[in-house]
């Protein structure tokens, strides 16, 4: 179930004895990948680094691994884009370049990289956080929003808006770049994204 207002994450107990040791997150992105084709259970991850291990804390697990740790679920999101098909567990990027045009983040996960993204996000809420930067954001807004990113401090802005979906449909004037978790998954015009709930546990 996901997490609702007031109430706890997760629970505690023992590590499960199928628990996949990850070191980041394109390393969780293709173990997801993998057990949805297949058709699998996700298995229990113990996260090492990445965005996603971020968002959880990044506590260290070394110590924990031969006793009882925090058992949290997690979703993951679907996307579909020109009839493919991939996952996501922290963030899709969709861009040109940085500096011009329309950039859109999918958040799963709160940060990409050092940047405060989503401040908001929830990797367990149900929901995607879309962070969407209109194409006519000028260079100098877009520099000064940089700087001002890695504190999650670039929102609210005229030019970013920012929504929750469980369910939506995007499309761009023109196909852009798109990456999933870190890892490059080509371009398209139009992507479809899908939150998948409780998809697999996250043990810290």
């Known amino acids: 179930m996901t997490i609702r207002k007031g109430d ?14 990850v070191p980041d997150d394109a390393a969780l992105h293709e173990l997801v990948n993998a057990s949805r084709r297949d058709g699998t259970d996700i298995p229990p991850v113990v996260l090492h680094g990445g965005d996603l291990h971020r968002a959880l804390g990044g506590t260290p697990p070394g110590d924990r691994l031969g006793g009882r740790v925090a058992l949290l679920p997690i979703d993951v999101v679907r996307v579909d884009a020109d009839g493919r098909t991939a996952w996501f567990a922290a963030h899709l990027l969709a861009r040109g370049s940085w500096w011009r045009g329309r950039v859109v983040g999918a958040m799963n ?29 000028t260079p100098r807004d877009r520099w000064r929003a940089s700087r001002r990113i890695d504190q999650g ?50 043990c810290v």
């Open 109 to 137: 996960a709160q940060h990409r990289g050092t940047w405060d993204v989503a401040p908001r996000s929830h990797p367990n809420d149900g929901r995607v956080d879309i962070v969407d930067v209109a194409a006519s954001m």
């Open 8 to 21: 706890e994450w997760g629970t505690v107990g023992a590590l499960p004895a199928d628990a996949v040791v």
């Open 153 to 202: 401090t670039h929102v609210p802005h005229p030019s970013i808006s920012v929504r929750q979906a469980t369910e939506t449909t995007i499309s761009f004037d023109a196909p852009l770049q798109l990456w999933l978790d870190g890892v490059p998954w080509g371009s398209a015009a139009t992507i479809t994204l899908t939150v998948e709930p409780d998809a697999f546990l996250a």
